[in-house]
T-cell receptor, first 117, second 114 residues
Framework: DTGVSQDPRHKITKRGQNVTFRCDPI?????LYWYRQTLGQGPEFLTY????????KSRLLSDRFSAERPKGSFSTLEIQRTEQGDSAMYLCASSQWHNRGTNEKLFFGSGTQLSVL | DAKTTQPNSMESNEEEPVHLPCNHSTISGTDYIHWYRQLPSQGPEYVIHGLTSNVNNRMASLAIAEDRKSSTLILHRATLRDAAVYYC???????????????FGQGTILTVHP
């Protein structure tokens, strides 16, 4: 078990460019989450997948953001036409959810730090 | 989402116990109480969770008030590696949303002095 892996760790881009981040969850985990964290704040939920299905998206997620999890394993988060306000840490987390209505424990990656110049 | 209230910061000395409080007066019957912590330059790390009864694990203990309107995370012997931001979070499946959809506040910054 290598934990949740995110790539790249850091990304610097110019305003207006597109960026894509990758997340590899813990292999047997069926749920995958994306969160965003700005300096001094707690993480904010963006979206989550159960297997390959995207089940919920936050209202924070503008049309410029898209996430996929095509085979129910790794996920990508793309931001189109980046803006300076997109600068943040993007965190991925995974969990093994059992259909028994029980609680989930999230395992987070170390995040991708995005800086938009 | 039900809200939690935590002190902005707390300090402790190494090898002493630390009690981190959390108020959640609007908690609903199906809300779990989670604690995560975040070390510098890392993602959050699960610490412990509970529903009604007190819980213990290798990292910490969670004491839950009888009315469930408050809880306390207990680190029995703080080490320098425990210096982090500690988040108290409620999560429930009301409305069919996921238990993993967590609403983080600003947390408590714990400083541990050698």
């Amino acid at each position: 078990d290598t934990g949740v892996s995110q790539d790249p760790r850091h990304k610097i881009t110019k305003r207006g460019q597109n960026v894509t981040f990758r997340c590899d969850p813990i292999s047997e985990h069926n749920r995958l989450y994306w969160y965003r964290q700005t300096l001094g704040q707690g993480p904010e939920f963006l979206t989550y997948f159960q297997n390959e299905a995207q089940l919920e998206k936050s209202r924070l997620l503008s049309d410029r953001f898209s996430a996929e999890r095509p085979k129910g394993s790794f996920s990508t988060l793309e931001i189109q036409r980046t803006e300076q306000g997109d600068s943040a840490m993007y965190l991925c987390a995974s969990s093994q959810w059992h259909n028994r209505g029980t609680n989930e424990k999230l395992f987070f990656g170390s995040g991708t730090q995005l800086s938009v110049l | 989402d039900a809200k939690t209230t935590q002190p902005n910061s707390m300090e402790s000395n190494e090898e002493e116990p630390v009690h981190l409080p959390c108020n959640h007066s609007t908690i609903s019957g199906t809300d779990y109480i989670h604690w995560y912590r975040q070390l510098p330059s890392q993602g959050p790390e699960y610490v412990i969770h509970g529903l009604t009864s007190n819980v213990n694990n290798r990292m910490a203990s969670l004491a839950i008030a009888e009315d469930r309107k408050s809880s306390t995370l207990i680190l029995h012997r703080a080490t320098l590696r425990d210096a982090a931001v500690y988040y108290c979070i409620l999560s429930g499946s009301a409305g069919g949303t996921s238990y993993g959809k967590l609403t983080f506040g600003q947390g408590t910054i714990l400083t541990v002095h050698p």
